[in-house]
């Protein structure tokens, strides 16, 4: 026989005599224990689950290390803490082409509002205490007083020294004219 025949043989009879005479299991069924929030059992399980008959001495962490710990669902391991969005999905699809522009928002269309005065102040007049104002538009000359209604459109609400009020019927908006300085 070689040398490597009998270191051969040395090794199965060793390996054998462990099987037969090794270290002999306990009676004893390991409990799962409780997680903390980090995913770690907490400290107090760990004590109240350690063996307190033994002769060996124990630290935490090889009572950790002997210990089964509770399965976790599968989506609390593959998720966890992240909040990454891509991240958690590893393998996702990826495009080279950039994202679609985000859709326009328009805004409102604006209230409706009255046209700019057609009327444009020719002059004023005082006869029998009433005020006459003369509006001139385009090749006609019309002549209001207080409260007298112009093409159905305006009607004129106040005369003062220095202004021309008049409510645009449709939209019920009300403008002003400068009919210029006090007589």
């Given amino acids: 026989m070689k040398s490597r025949h009998i270191l051969m043989a040395a090794g199965l009879i060793a390996s054998a005599g462990l099987v037969l005479f090794g270290d002999a299991p306990t009676a004893e069924v390991a409990k799962p224990l409780a997680r903390?929030?980090?995913?770690?059992?907490?400290?107090?399980?760990?004590?109240?689950?350690?063996?307190?008959?033994?002769?060996?001495?124990?630290?935490?962490?090889?009572?950790?290390?002997?210990?089964?710990?509770?399965?976790?669902?599968?989506?609390?391991?593959?998720?966890?803490?992240?909040?990454?969005?891509?991240?958690?999905?590893?393998?996702?699809?990826?495009?080279?082409?950039?994202?679609?522009?985000?859709?326009?928002?328009?805004?409102?269309?604006?209230?409706?509002?009255?046209?700019?005065?057609?009327?444009?102040?020719?002059?004023?007049?005082?006869?029998?205490?009433?005020?006459?104002?003369?509006?001139?538009?385009g090749d006609r000359v019309f002549t209001v007083r207080n409260q007298s209604v112009i093409e159905g459109l305006y009607r004129v609400e106040s005369i003062e020294a220095q202004t021309l009020s008049l409510l645009y019927l449709p939209l019920n908006q009300k403008q002003t004219l400068s009919i210029g300085v006090q007589n």
């Fill in 36 to 137: 903390s929030e980090q995913g770690r059992p907490s400290a107090a399980s760990v004590r109240s689950a350690a063996p307190s008959g033994t002769a060996r001495s124990t630290s935490r962490s090889a009572a950790e290390a002997s210990q089964i710990l509770p399965l976790l669902p599968r989506q609390d391991l593959i998720a966890g803490e992240r909040t990454g969005g891509d991240t958690e999905r590893l393998f996702a699809a990826k495009t080279w082409q950039p994202p679609p522009a985000p859709p326009k928002v328009e805004a409102p269309p604006p209230p409706p509002s009255a046209p700019p005065l057609p009327y444009t102040y020719v002059g004023k007049q005082l006869a029998n205490g009433v005020l006459e104002i003369y509006l001139a538009r």
